[in-house]
């Protein structure tokens, strides 16, 4: 994230309203706060951005080849990619967390790459 911001790129994290996810831009952690569940999330002070073709990295706990993903149960992201599914989907995960079926429900939505240490 410091890397971005170094090279003049602007950066929106994600923060929890009600049972969805709004993203806000950032210029650093002095703009990041504790939020729900104890993740840091940006303050009220920042600027909500709507970026419909902007990339997003998109946590989990486990995914598979096909894209599934083990988030954390919230759907939060499944929710927001409903509204603005143009998105590309990006996952970084470390290999331990690479499996071969990640269990997956009409409604959960797929990363497009899924970034690890090996490729």
Known sequence: MEALLNQGKYIAVPKVSGKQIEFYAISGKK????????????KSTCLKVCDPD???????????????????????????????????RLAIAYDFQLFERIPAESHDKRVDRIITPKG
Do not use: K, Q, T
């Open 31 to 42: 703009d990041l706060e504790e939020g729900v569940m104890g993740i840091m999330e940006p």
């Open 54 to 88: 902007a990339p997003v990295i998109v946590p989990g706990i486990a995914f598979d080849r096909e894209g599934n993903r083990l988030g954390y149960g919230g759907g939060y992201y499944d929710r927001f990619f409903e509204r603005e599914p143009s998105h590309p």
